[in-house]
């Protein structure tokens, strides 16, 4: 069973940094694609970064507000993907999530193309 646990997140001040990490089980096939998404309430959810089982695809960071400020990364052993947030400011605040693409390399920013999520943690950043 594909299982994906989220940690790291907390409250911070502006200007401050976070990393969150994303713990992947389960994962028995080689293919897959994994996102990082944020929910603020009463917003939609958002597609923040993503990053491919496949080097071919790498990474890739999806709103403006972030590039530059949050870097998608993962470990040697591929069993877990961080998010590494800095320069963090109030509107940055919300719900992340991990999910997964499994047995596809592509990322989306699309959270229904994703088959398999986290239980999200909650980061919150104070001005």
């Known amino acids: 069973e594909v299982r994906l646990v989220e940690s790291g997140g907390g409250l911070v001040q502006a200007g401050e940094s976070l990393r969150l990490s994303c713990a992947l089980s389960?994962?028995?096939?080689?293919?897959?694609?994994i996102g990082w998404f944020r929910q603020a309430p009463g917003k939609k959810r958002e597609a923040v970064s993503c990053?491919?089982?496949?080097?071919?695809?790498?990474?890739?960071s999806y709103p403006d507000s972030v590039k530059g400020r949050f870097t998608i990364s993962s470990n040697g052993a591929k069993d877990t993907v961080y998010l590494q947030m800095n320069s963090l400011k109030p509107e940055d605040s919300a719900v992340y999530y991990c999910?997964?693409?499994?047995?596809?390399?592509?990322?989306?920013?699309?959270?229904?193309?994703?088959?398999?999520w986290g239980q999200g943690t909650q980061v919150t950043v104070s001005s």
């Open positions: 999910a997964a693409i499994v047995l596809a390399t592509k990322c989306s920013p699309y959270p229904a193309e994703y088959d398999t």
């Open positions: 389960g994962f028995t096939f080689e293919d897959y694609a």
């Open positions: 990053i491919s089982s496949s080097s071919r695809f790498g990474s890739t």
